[in-house]
């Protein structure tokens, strides 16, 4: 019993010890050809890291005439090397330019280099290459910015730049793009607009404007509006409803947030064999508004339902609406109720 037990612990301990042994790897003593470093040993931990120097007639693949290495998961961060005087080492380049760097980290005695200016720059005097002659490099081309190119965009009232970092200087033709605060737009009625570098300077971009139309983002309204059976899709603007099969959907389909912080009408979703009471369908003053709860006021099939007349707005006068295989059929006239139930008023 002992036994089983103590091999459930060896099992259970010794995967966990070898998980995290694999996790980073330790170096061995690197070779290095005419030069020595320091500490000297067997294996180094990772992280670890050493200082070596070259023998005479050679350099390090460094700046200086010594130059550090780490062990860095098994392999050393950078490899430490030591090249013939006569070739060069990475160079250092002038702000503005890129140059493909040797796999190495060296480069033989006579090689070229191209150089390759950042957008918006280029090279002064058309210089585009650097040699390296006996361990140096020749003058690194310079670059500078072009007279086209642009310093950064216009800050625009009301508005921010998008898809876009930081930088000071854009090439010609570069285009950069604005989003209007929330509740303005265009004089088109966009909220997106754009300026472009042309010849040194930014065009002239439209501005932000406080929309005409009172309309906000949906979000300034709160939690969206609940119509039952209804699936809604939100934009920044609207909110956009739809009915699933058999129910069918009646009034707008989309809904937007008013200025004042209220919703617009919203639509509904109608069951196959009801009727929909819309005011707006029928002549003014057919019905008092106020008696519905929303918009509309759903008829189920086989019932009647009762609203006060706008011009006779006293009870006991009403006008009648009932449904009849999913046709809404109103009354012809006001009447007391006693006569409506008589259907002396159809």
Known sequence: ?????????????????????????????PVLDHGLFTPKQDIYPHGAKLTYTCNNGHKPADQG??????????????????????????PDVNPNTRYSPSPTGWYTNGRKIQIRCDKGYETK???????????????????????DSCSEPPQLPHAVIINQTHQELFAVDSEVMY?????????????MISVVCISGSWTEGPTCKQSDNGL?????????????????V?????????????YELMGPETVVCNSDGSWSDLPMCKAPGQCVVDPDTHPSGLFVRA???????????????????TAIASPPFARAVKCRN????????????????RDICW
């Open 65 to 90: 005439w010594w130059a550090r290495s780490a062990c860095n998961n098994g392999l050393w961060s950078p490899p430490p090397q030591c090249i013939n005087e006569s070739n060069c080492v990475q």
């Open 216 to 232: 906000r983002p949906v979000a300034n309204c709160g939690n969206y509006p609940y119509v039952p059976q209804s699936t809604v």
């Open 179 to 191: 989003q209007c605060e929330d509740g303005y737009t265009t004089e088109q009625g966009e909220s």
């Open 125 to 147: 005097n058309n210089v585009l290459s650097a040699t390296c002659i006996n361990g140096d490099w020749t003058s690194m081309p310079i670059c500078e910015k072009r007279t």
């Open 291 to 309: 008696d519905l709860d929303s918009r509309y006021a759903i008829v189920p099939e086989g019932q009647m339902l009762y609203f006060r007349c």
């Open 326 to 341: 999913g046709i809404l059929t109103v009354a012809r006239s006001c009447c007391p109720h006693h006569l409506i139930v």
């Open 1 to 29: 019993m002992c036994i089983r037990h103590l091999g459930f612990v060896l099992l259970l301990w010794f995967p966990a010890e070898l998980h995290g042994q694999s996790e980073v790897w330790s170096c061995t003593a």
């Open 234 to 246: 939100s934009s920044r603007m609207a909110l956009k409803y739809s009915c699933p099969a058999p």
